[in-house]
């Protein structure tokens, strides 16, 4: 079971190394993620991009691309729908965005013809290391669903557990968040999380315990989950953090990222390979684990 961000690496470099796409590849922090990923045998990269400005930068970081397969395509949608071919075609076995707005390379990634859907909810997972927690933890959806119904937040918890099971976390305990512990007709949150919850004794959510609704605080402390007279194996153990909506999701993520300083990586699962898509803002840290989950997922 990984519990930092060392053992996903080493867990990736188990099963790798994997082909990844990258679209629109001419950015500093990606080359150099892409590259100590490839230096740890857990990718074989194809570039995808403008080829002058991919080779300028990676000089300019000093990155080695000798043995680097690169694809020269200099506008940013047409080379999005190369790297989804290349992956939609079995030719990678996952997509990662570079240089590109979100909804550029999605647009790509839902497409009839080449496109990566399932028919499953595509929904964003992000993966925290923070000093305070005593394990890796799962935080989602902060990034796609804007507002899920019922059905949706099951599925966006499958697509997590899923995630989790790649992380050798064989029954992740997940916390279906709220504003507060109890149900209340008023709140829906309250209200998805007891369903969810029933869903899951039915046998209709398998691979995983759930519990809810929690309040951030009793989901992430046992101490605060007693004091409230809360007893759940959950409490203060969860694996995986289901946001109630995309503000909150978002909020949480950011919060975690810039004020707690958490160690991040974050993918988009519900496809039918895992797309690394991280933010432009992102460093090459966060882009490299990044990487090292889409290769897990890819072993599926």
């Known amino acids: 079971m990984a519990k930092t ?18 679209a629109v590849a001419q950015d500093k922090e990606v080359l150099a993620a892409v590259k100590e990923a490839e230096e740890l045998k857990i990718i074989k990269p194809i570039l995808v991009g403008d ?4 080779i300028a930068i990676a000089k300019e970081v000093n990155v080695d691309l000798n043995n680097v397969e690169i694809i020269h395509e200099e506008d940013g949608e047409k080379a999005c729908r190369i790297a989804t071919e290349l992956v939609s075609s079995g030719k990678a076995n996952v997509l990662m965005k ?17 496109g990566l859907r399932t028919g499953k909810v595509i929904s964003h997972v992000a993966v925290f290391d923070v000093e305070t927690y005593h394990k890796i933890f799962l935080v989602t959806d902060a990034a796609m669903n804007i507002s899920p119904d019922l059905n949706q937040k099951k599925e966006i918890i499958e697509n997590a557990v899923g ?22 007709p008023k709140m829906e949150a309250t209200v998805h999380a007891k369903e969810l919850v029933d869903m899951n004794k039915k046998g209709e959510i398998t691979d995983c315990i759930i519990g809810g609704p929690f309040a951030l605080d009793n989901a992430i ?16 153990d969860a694996d995986i953090l289901l946001a109630p909506d995309i503000d909150a999701g978002n909020v949480l993520y950011k919060s975690l990222t810039y004020l ?14 895992p797309i690394v898509l991280t933010s432009r803002a ?8 990044s990487i090292a989950l889409g290769v897990l997922m890819a072993t599926k």
Do not use: C, W
């Not at 080829?51 to 991919?54: A, F, L, R």
């Not at 995630?163 to 209340?184: C, F, G, M, Q, T």
């Open 282 to 289: 992102d460093n090459e840290e966060a882009k490299l684990y």
């Open 5 to 22: 961000f060392k053992d996903l690496l080493v867990l990736a470099q188990n099963k790798g190394p994997k082909k990844i796409a990258v």
């Open 98 to 114: 570079g240089l590109i707005d979100t909804s550029v390379i999605m647009k790509q990634v839902l497409d009839s013809e080449i």
């Open 221 to 236: 402390s046992k101490e605060a989950a007693l004091h409230k007279g809360i007893d759940s194996e959950i409490a203060g």
């Open 51 to 54: 080829k002058e400005k991919i």
């Open 260 to 273: 707690a300083k958490a160690k991040n990586a974050g993918i988009i699962v519900g496809t039918k390979s």
């Open 163 to 184: 995630l989790a099971r790649s992380l050798d976390i064989e029954n992740p305990k997940v916390a279906i968040l709220a504003a507060k512990e109890k149900v209340s």
